[in-house]
């Protein structure tokens, strides 16, 4: 086994990677940009080499920079995790020709599975079933239509050199293919530098499922099951889970044998995984898949794989690239039912918008695995992918598994930044899905209903309104105490009736127990948990799977706004009633001086509103107030 060994790449990935090396007694090297010159990964690591600015392809592309901090530091092999260098051949050469150890499959097994027309090719000579199509050398615009029309509409054309769902489009009538394969070409030479593309047949139903196989040096290559991850939007995974719902033992067998066949065919060494396109139609059969491609490194979704074999992925990897040889089929098994969710700083409503900002909070509930390279105070750049944290939770069945997913993200509190936390729990949550009926357009035909905000109801908002304010002896000076407070120009009446117990409007509530942002609430006799937390003047109550948020009125401009509109007068900040001078009953005129307050040595003058009548004078002269306090109601005239 290795002793030391260099991670190049950042986030999640390698911090799991270093706390798999940590166990195992391996040295880590971290490598980090200048962005994350204080990022989780490269305080966990044994040591740290920077390689550059910000950008990706000042640093983490920079493959020469990472070799030199490899020998630099004497590490021995270097893990790539997923994407950046990690299914780069050319890097894979320069890292052997370094006399290092690449943590991963050979050069040409990268090249072999790097092109979908390639990969295919060779798939169809060893036998694997792969998606009926035209994966040719010819690329003319009108020989492709033909094999678009000899294929059948719909059709796909994908760039042969694409990945993370790009470089694809669905064709359904002859008339739009011209359209599209332009389309298609522009994305490739854009995104990969490669105009070519492949045609296929387009899979009706369609559900993506994929085995995790493991190959040793030595002949040797296994599979760890499958995955499903047929909930994507714009053919990029959401929520992942293993095994696929509905599998039976022939599928599995007749996949799992293909998959391997795959791995084989190309001598392959370590992790990979080869994607199949399933026809789900008529319920999952063994001729009812298809080779897609081969993701020739560590997936994102390999944690579900991990929950239900109990193997640790990235051990099995380190020890196939130190030598070892991969476990016996037979010793690989499969127990219970596990689920990933993507957890990305993203605006859905907005349109899945990149998010980014500084995560104020970031509390995950316990009991479930987290994956995260990220903690409370960082970053959420756009310089790289903006994910926040992977949540895996597992179960004896899919029906606990998927429970717990859905209690899991509703129990998951990230203020900072917008994320898809409240979509991913809308699809945990989602009928046809918890019934095992799922296939790639799924989030595309229920989108509305999915990306649909609940409307907080009013007891979630009694609670945020307690929790917007500090109420600890409040209740002590005035008898009962009675406030406004302001949400988003909303104004509450908060009446404190005790140690814990408030009115708020016409509900009653009862603060049981609080343990941090933790709350345990009875509102009109019924008991539940809460979360609150007050952030940067906004407060944030997450109660019932919603969250509501909203900014807390600075009593002395709300005191302006609505609440003087409606003729209360409030103390704007905490001090002392220096002077009353109206009476109730008297008329004033507005802008009449109404109450003084002193504060601070600086003297406050709250003025009429309004032409009208005092009503109630609740200040007294020499009285010490709270801020927010009611000092005088004002009617009309
Ligand atoms: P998966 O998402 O399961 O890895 P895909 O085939 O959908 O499988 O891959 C998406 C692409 O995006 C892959 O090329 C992957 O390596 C890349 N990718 C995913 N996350 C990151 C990341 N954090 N940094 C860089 N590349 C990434
Ligand atoms: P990428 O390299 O971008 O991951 P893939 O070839 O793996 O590209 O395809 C990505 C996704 O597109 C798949 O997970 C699947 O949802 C969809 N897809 C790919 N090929 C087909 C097909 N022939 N029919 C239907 N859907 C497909
Ligand atoms: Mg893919």
């Given at each position: 086994?290795?002793?030391?060994?260099?991670?190049?790449?950042?986030?999640?990935?390698a911090?799991?990677?270093?706390?798999?090396a940590?166990?195992?007694?391996?040295?880590?090297?971290a490598?980090?940009?200048?962005?994350?010159?204080?990022?989780?990964h490269?305080?966990?690591?044994?040591?740290?080499?920077?390689?550059?600015?910000?950008?990706?392809?000042?640093?983490?592309?920079?493959?020469?920079?990472i070799?030199?901090?490899?020998?630099?530091?004497?590490?021995?092999?270097?893990?790539?995790?997923?994407?950046?260098?990690?299914?780069?051949?050319?890097?894979?050469?320069?890292?052997?020709?370094?006399?290092?150890?690449?943590?991963?499959?050979?050069?040409?097994?990268?090249?072999?599975?790097?092109?979908?027309?390639?990969?295919?090719?060779?798939?169809?000579?060893?036998?694997?079933?792969?998606?009926?199509g035209?994966?040719?050398?010819?690329?003319e615009?009108?020989?492709?239509?033909?094999r678009?029309e000899?294929?059948?509409?719909?059709?796909?054309?994908?760039?042969?050199?694409?990945?993370?769902?790009?470089?694809?489009?669905?064709?359904?009538?002859?008339?739009?293919?011209?359209?599209?394969?332009?389309?298609?070409?522009?994305?490739?030479?854009?995104?990969?530098?490669?105009?070519?593309?492949?045609?296929?047949?387009?899979?009706?139903?369609?559900r993506?499922?994929?085995?995790?196989?493991?190959?040793?040096?030595?002949?040797?290559?296994?599979?760890?099951?499958?995955?499903?991850?047929?909930?994507?939007?714009?053919?990029?995974?959401?929520?992942?889970?293993?095994?696929?719902?509905?599998?039976?033992?022939?599928?599995?067998?007749?996949?799992?044998?293909?998959?391997?066949?795959?791995?084989?065919?190309?001598?392959?060494?370590?992790?990979?995984?080869?994607?199949?396109?399933?026809?789900?139609?008529?319920?999952?059969?063994?001729?009812?898949?298809?080779?897609?491609?081969?993701?020739?490194r560590?997936?994102?979704?390999?944690?579900?794989?991990?929950?239900?074999?109990?193997?640790?992925?990235?051990?099995?990897?380190?020890?196939v690239?130190?030598?070892?040889?991969v476990?016996?089929?037979?010793?690989?098994?499969?127990?219970?039912?596990?689920?990933?969710?993507?957890?990305?700083?993203?605006?859905?409503?907005?349109?899945?918008?990149?998010?980014?900002?500084?995560?104020?909070?970031?509390?995950?509930?316990?009991?479930?695995?987290?994956d995260s390279?990220?903690?409370?105070?960082?970053?959420?750049?756009?310089?790289?992918?903006?994910?926040?944290?992977?949540?895996?939770?597992?179960?004896?069945?899919?029906?606990?598994?998927?429970?717990?997913?859905?209690k899991?993200?509703?129990?998951t509190?990230?203020?900072?930044?917008?994320?898809?936390?409240?979509?991913?729990a809308a699809?945990?949550?989602?009928?046809?899905?918890?019934?095992?009926?799922?296939?790639?357009?799924?989030?595309?035909?229920?989108?509305?209903?999915?990306?649909?905000?609940?409307?907080?109801?009013a007891?979630?908002?009694?609670?945020?309104?307690?929790?917007?304010?500090?109420?600890?002896?409040?209740?002590?000076?005035w008898?009962?105490?009675?406030?406004?407070?302001?949400?988003?120009?909303?104004?509450?009446?908060?009446?404190?009736?005790?140690?814990?117990?408030y009115?708020?409007?016409?509900?009653?509530?009862?603060?049981?127990?609080?343990?941090?942002?933790?709350?345990?609430?009875?509102?009109?006799?019924?008991v539940?948990?809460?979360?609150?937390h007050?952030?940067?003047?906004?407060?944030?109550?997450?109660?019932d799977?919603?969250?509501?948020?909203?900014?807390?009125?600075?009593?002395?401009?709300?005191?302006?706004?609505?609440?003087?509109g409606?003729?209360?007068?409030?103390?704007?900040?905490?001090?002392?009633?220096?002077?009353?001078?109206?009476?109730?009953g008297?008329t004033?005129?507005?802008?009449?001086?109404?109450?003084?307050?002193?504060?601070?040595?600086?003297?406050?003058?709250?003025r009429?509103?309004?032409?009208?009548?005092?009503?109630?004078?609740?200040a007294?002269?020499?009285?010490?107030?709270?801020?927010?306090?009611?000092?005088?109601?004002?009617?009309?005239?």
């Open positions: 086994m290795f002793t030391k060994i260099l991670i190049a790449n950042r986030g999640e990935i911090c799991r990677i270093i706390e798999t940590r166990e195992m007694g391996v040295a880590t090297v490598v980090y940009s200048d962005a994350d010159a204080t990022a989780k490269v305080m966990l690591a044994s040591e740290a080499v920077r390689i550059g600015p910000a950008p990706v392809s000042e640093s983490y592309l920079l493959g020469e920079r070799i030199a901090a490899a020998l630099a530091t004497g590490a021995q092999a270097i893990h790539p995790g997923y994407g950046f260098l990690s299914e780069n051949p050319d890097f894979v050469q320069a890292v052997e020709a370094a006399g290092l150890v690449f943590i991963g499959p050979s050069a040409s097994a990268i090249r072999a599975m790097g092109l979908k027309d390639a990969a295919k090719a060779l798939m169809v000579e060893a036998g694997v079933p792969v998606v009926p035209y994966h040719g050398d010819n690329q615009d009108d020989f492709l239509a033909l678009a000899e294929i059948g509409y719909p059709v796909l054309i994908k760039a042969v050199a694409g990945g993370g769902g790009k470089g694809m489009r669905r064709v359904d009538h002859s008339a739009d293919f011209a359209e599209a394969l332009h389309a298609a070409r522009r994305e490739g030479s854009a995104s990969f530098g490669n105009a070519q593309v492949l045609i296929e047949k387009y899979i009706l139903s369609p993506h499922i994929e085995m995790q196989v493991f190959g040793d040096g030595h002949g040797g290559a296994v599979h760890l099951f499958e995955r499903d991850c047929s909930l994507q939007r714009r053919h990029q995974k959401v929520i992942e889970e293993a095994p696929a719902p509905g599998m039976t033992e022939a599928m599995r067998e007749a996949m799992g044998e293909a998959a391997v066949r795959a791995a084989k065919a190309i001598g392959y060494c370590g992790a990979g995984t080869v994607e199949f396109i399933v026809d789900a139609s008529d319920g999952l059969r063994p001729d009812g898949f298809w080779f897609m491609e081969m993701n020739t560590l997936q994102v979704e390999h944690p579900v794989t991990e929950a239900i074999t109990g193997l640790d992925l990235v051990r099995l990897q380190l020890e690239a130190s030598g070892g040889h476990p016996a089929q037979s010793d690989i098994t499969c127990t219970g039912h596990a689920f990933e969710a993507r957890i990305y700083a993203e605006d859905v409503p907005a349109g899945f918008l990149p998010a980014t900002g500084r995560l104020k909070v970031l509390d995950f509930p316990k009991g479930v695995r987290i390279g990220v903690r409370a105070g960082d970053e959420i750049s756009p310089y790289y992918d903006p994910m926040i944290a992977k949540l895996t939770v597992q179960g004896d069945t899919r029906a606990e598994a998927l429970a717990r997913l859905h899991a993200l509703l129990q509190d990230i203020i900072g930044c917008t994320t898809n936390i409240a979509f991913l699809l945990a949550a989602h009928k046809g899905f918890a019934a095992g009926q799922l296939d790639t357009g799924l989030i595309a035909r229920d989108l509305e209903a999915l990306v649909a905000q609940p409307e907080a109801g007891a979630l908002r009694a609670v945020a309104a307690i929790a917007a304010r500090d109420w600890g002896g409040g209740f002590a000076l008898q009962p105490l009675r406030q406004s407070v302001g949400l988003d120009g909303e104004g509450y009446w908060v009446q404190v009736l005790g140690a814990g117990r009115r708020v409007e016409d509900l009653e509530i009862g603060i049981l127990a609080q343990n941090g942002s933790h709350w345990r609430v009875r509102i009109e006799g019924r539940r948990a809460a979360r609150a007050r952030v940067d003047g906004r407060v944030h109550v997450m109660m799977g919603l969250h509501f948020e909203a900014e807390i009125d600075d009593p002395l401009n709300f005191e302006a706004g609505t609440l003087a409606a003729g209360v007068l409030l103390a704007p900040m905490p001090g002392l009633v220096q002077a009353v001078l109206a009476e109730a008297e004033v005129e507005a802008g009449a001086a109404l109450i003084v307050m002193e504060a601070m040595k600086m003297e406050h003058t709250l009429a509103p309004f032409d009208g009548v005092v009503g109630e004078v609740l007294h002269v020499g009285a010490q107030v709270e801020s927010g306090v009611v000092l005088l109601r004002m009617q009309e005239a």
